[in-house]
């Protein structure tokens, strides 16, 4: 089994940033891919941000360009700074890892923290 615990979320001003952290233990074996989504009410849930352990990111459109993923392998844990946040971006930012043990992968889920943009 995986363990994600997720830190840095709260209550932030129009125009703020925030950095979400997720640290991974347990059965880690291989991380492929670590990466954040959001929920919004009445909303399915959205790819926020995704990094594979080779490097390469990925982003949905609606925060390119304020949002930055980051990893660290050796601490197995991803990083999300979000600047210039908007109200539209309120909702729970969930934790996502990709893990490869032997020839299968397994997606593990963090329990969620409550991102507030609001003035």
């Known amino acids: 089994q995986v363990q994600l615990v997720e830190s840095g979320g709260g209550l932030v001003q129009p125009g703020g940033s925030l950095r979400l952290s997720c640290a991974a233990s347990?059965?880690?074996?291989?991380?492929?891919?670590m990466g954040w989504y959001r929920q919004a009410p009445g909303k399915p849930r959205e790819l926020v941000a995704s990094?594979?352990?080779?490097?390469?990111?990925n982003y949905g459109d609606s925060v390119k360009g304020r949002f930055t993923i980051s990893r660290d392998n050796a601490k197995n844990t991803v990083y999300l700074q979000m600047n210039t946040l908007k109200s539209e971006d309120t909702a729970v930012y969930y934790c996502?890892?990709?893990?490869?043990?032997?020839?299968?992968?397994?997606?593990?889920w963090g329990q969620g923290t409550q991102v507030t943009v609001s003035s």
């Open positions: 996502n890892t990709e893990h490869l043990v032997g020839l299968k992968t397994y997606n593990y």
């Open positions: 347990g059965s880690i074996f291989i991380i492929k891919t």
């Open positions: 990094m594979h352990s080779g490097g390469m990111t």
